[in-house]
Nanobody, 126 residues
Framework: HVQLVESGGGSMQAGENLRLSCEFS????????MAWFRQGPGSEREWVAA???????RYASSVKGRFTISHDNVNNNLYLQMDNLKPEDTGMFYC?????????????????????WGRGTQVTVS
């Protein structure tokens, strides 16, 4: 059983930077697809970025060039460095994981494709 706990959210001004963390505890498969999702007020949960166990990274067009996803192979923590924040980045940020890299290879970014979720951390940009 694996647990994911996000941290690092906060209230920011446009243009500022913020780093989110997702701590994994329990079993983490050697092959994985890990991702960050955002859910804005009144919106559906949408995919932001993903990284798989080969190190390949993928980004939604809205954050490409501003956000960087990374994974610590030692402690299995997942990170999202968010630079030049914009008001439209506001939302609850969730980390998610699925074992195997199929989702990442196929570009399957539906929340239903990920088995493991954290409870989220709020980011507000004004």
């Amino acid at each position: 059983h694996v647990q994911l706990v996000e941290s690092g959210g906060g209230s920011m001004q446009a243009g500022e930077n913020l780093r989110l963390s997702c701590e994994f505890s329990g079993y983490v498969h050697a092959a994985f697809c890990m991702a960050w999702f955002r859910q804005g007020p009144g919106s559906e949960r949408e995919w932001v970025a993903a990284i798989d166990s080969t190190g390949a990274k993928r980004y939604a067009s809205s954050v490409k060039g501003r956000f960087t996803i990374s994974h610590d192979n030692v402690n299995n923590n997942l990170y999202l460095q968010m630079d030049n924040l914009k008001p439209e980045d506001t939302g609850m940020f969730y980390c998610a994981a699925d074992w195997g890299i199929a989702n990442c290879l196929a570009g399957s970014w539906s929340p239903a494709d990920f088995d493991y979720w954290g409870r989220g951390t709020q980011v507000t940009v004004s």
